[in-house]
């Protein structure tokens, strides 16, 4: 069974920082692309970053220079590092595994305000 653990998320001021992690079991992890995607309340969801098997790296426009995608295959964990945040970042962040992003997290709440 495929599991995917995000952790990390909570209420930060704007130009603040935090970093949310995602545990997988259940999958090689080093075999799969991992991603990020949010939903802010009302919109769709949007998708963030991803980092493929091999460690290349891709990001929305509207993150590129303040986010940084990251794995660590000994830990099964994908980051994502997230500075200089707005509060147009408020979201639910869910990991996804696969190049399909065949399997989804719960989400973690990220609410930037002052």
């Known amino acids: 069974q495929v599991q995917l653990v995000e952790s990390g998320g909570g209420l930060v001021q704007p130009g603040g920082s935090l970093r949310l992690s995602c545990a997988a079991s259940?999958?090689?992890?080093?075999?799969?692309?991992m991603g990020w995607y949010r939903q802010a309340p009302g919109k769709p969801r949007e998708l963030v970053t991803t980092?493929?098997?091999?460690?290349?790296?891709n990001y929305a426009d509207f993150v590129k220079g303040r986010f940084t995608i990251s794995r660590d295959n000994a830990k099964n964990t994908v980051y994502l590092q997230m500075n200089s945040l707005k509060p147009e970042d408020t979201a639910v962040y869910y990991c996804?595994?696969?190049?399909?992003?065949?399997?989804w997290g719960q989400g973690t709440q990220v609410t930037v305000s002052s």
């Open positions: 980092i493929t098997s091999r460690g290349n790296t």
């Open positions: 259940g999958i090689i992890f080093s075999t799969y692309s």
């Open positions: 996804v595994a696969g190049q399909y992003a065949n399997y």
